[in-house]
Each structure stands twice: as C-alpha cells, then as structure tokens.
C-alpha cells in the first residue's frame, strides 16, 4: 500500500485560492466517503481540517472546503492568509489487507 | 477541554523496546479509539495502528505487526504503545490521536504533542 499522492508544493498570494490535490485509489479515496485533511505547523501535532470529504469540524474557517471526484480529492483554501502557511497532508480509510488508514505524501503551502 | 499527554521523549539502543504513554483527559476514555500516527525529522505521518480502550481490541498496520502493541489502563485513562526491536529507521516523534467518533470514524480530532523517539548505538 503506497501512500496518497499530493503535490509537494503550491503558494498562493494572501488573498487568492489554492486546491491541493490528493490521489489514491478505487481501494481508499475512490471508494470511500472518509478522506480528511490535517494540517501542520513546523514543530507542531497535526490539527484536523476537514474530516469524511467535505466536513469541518468547529472552528475551522470556511475558507477551508473539501471535495471529491472519483479517485482524486482536493481541499480548496480561499481567501488564503499568512497562517495557512503549513504542510497538508490527505488521509482515507483504506481496504489494504496491510493496513486501515493511509495519509497522503504532504503539500507544503506557501503564501508568498 | 479534551487533551493527550503523552511521555517525554526516549532515547534508545538498537534493539531495545520503548513504550509511549498516552493520558486522555475531558472526556470519557472508553468511548473514543486511539490511533498511533509516527513522523519521521521531514517526512510525512504514517499509521501504525489502533486501538479500543473499551474493548482493548487492536489494529496494526502490517508494516509494524509484532513488533508493535497497543494497551491501554482504563483506571487511568491512559493508552500505551509499545514498539520493540527498533532500529535507527524508527527514529520519529509518535503521536496518539483520537477517532473523531465512537463508531465508524476514520479522522483523528484530538492529537497528543508528540514524543520523539531517538534510536542510536
């Protein structure tokens, strides 16, 4: 089992839109409504983004959104601001017979 | 408020055997899995496994299978993770997290602060 593929990089400018890309396969992200975002500050625990494709949990701003198509789900910042500066990783369910629950490669987000 | 405290770090020979404890505390520990995610310095987060602190029933990713065991003392609120026979490629900060519901959740809500674990002869 490989981990989710996502770009290893994007920036954006404060204020503008990004979309991280998240691509795995019919066995985890194409085949199950359970794809979360973490994101993560240097030196810091992940902290929860955006949990079963599309949901945030409270006090996540809705500039965070996430979305999914087929075998490839994305999260979507809006309004991008210098905090949002951090390493994002993806993670599924997955029906691996070696494991449950894979994350993604990590996109480290840039605001320029 | 829900918070994971887990042990402080560890430094440890080739070979030996660590064990990371988790306390949990603002909520009630049985009802809510826990889940060992590790990091290695600049790498991304990989599962290792979970655990049911009501049951005690465990998962592990095949990567880690017996090598690695997951208990938890429930008179205390506390979830261990045990990982023996470690090598240098083990060095890593170990979190627990814990599944965002008590059913069929597969997201991590609440996350420990890590403990690095350091592997060096």
């Known amino acids: 089992q490989s981990a989710l593929t996502q770009p290893a990089s994007v920036s954006g400018s404060p204020g503008q839109s990004i979309t991280i890309s998240c691509t795995g396969t019919?066995?985890?992200?194409?085949?199950?409504?359970?794809v979360s975002w973490y994101q993560q500050h240097p030196g810091k625990a992940p902290k929860l983004m955006i949990y079963e494709v599309s949901n945030r949990p409270s006090g996540v701003p809705d500039r965070f959104s996430g979305s999914k198509s087929g075998n490839t789900a994305s999260l979507t910042i809006s309004g991008l601001q210098a905090e949002d500066e951090a390493d994002y990783y993806c993670?599924?369910?997955?029906?691996?017979?070696?494991?449950?629950?894979?994350f993604g490669t990590g996109t480290k987000v840039t605001v320029l | 408020q829900v918070q994971l405290v887990q042990s402080g770090a560890e430094v440890k020979k080739p070979g030996a055997s660590v064990k990371v404890s988790c306390k949990a505390s603002g909520y009630t520990f049985t009802s809510y899995d826990i889940n060992w995610v590790r990091q290695a310095t600049g790498q991304g987060l990989e599962w290792m496994g979970w655990m049911n602190p009501n049951s005690g029933n465990t998962g592990y990713a095949q990567k880690f299978q017996g090598r690695v065991t997951m208990t938890r003392n429930t008179s205390i609120s506390t979830a261990y993770m045990e990982l023996s026979s470690l090598r240098s490629e083990d060095t890593a900060v170990y979190y627990c997290?814990?599944?965002?519901?008590?059913?069929?959740?597969?997201?991590?809500?609440?996350w420990g602060q890590g403990t690095l674990v350091t592997v060096s002869s």
């Open positions: 019919s066995s985890d992200v194409g085949g199950y409504n359970y």
């Open positions: 993670s599924s369910y997955t029906s691996s017979s070696t494991l449950y629950y894979v």
């Open positions: 997290a814990r599944s965002t519901c008590g059913g069929d959740c597969y997201s991590f809500d609440y």
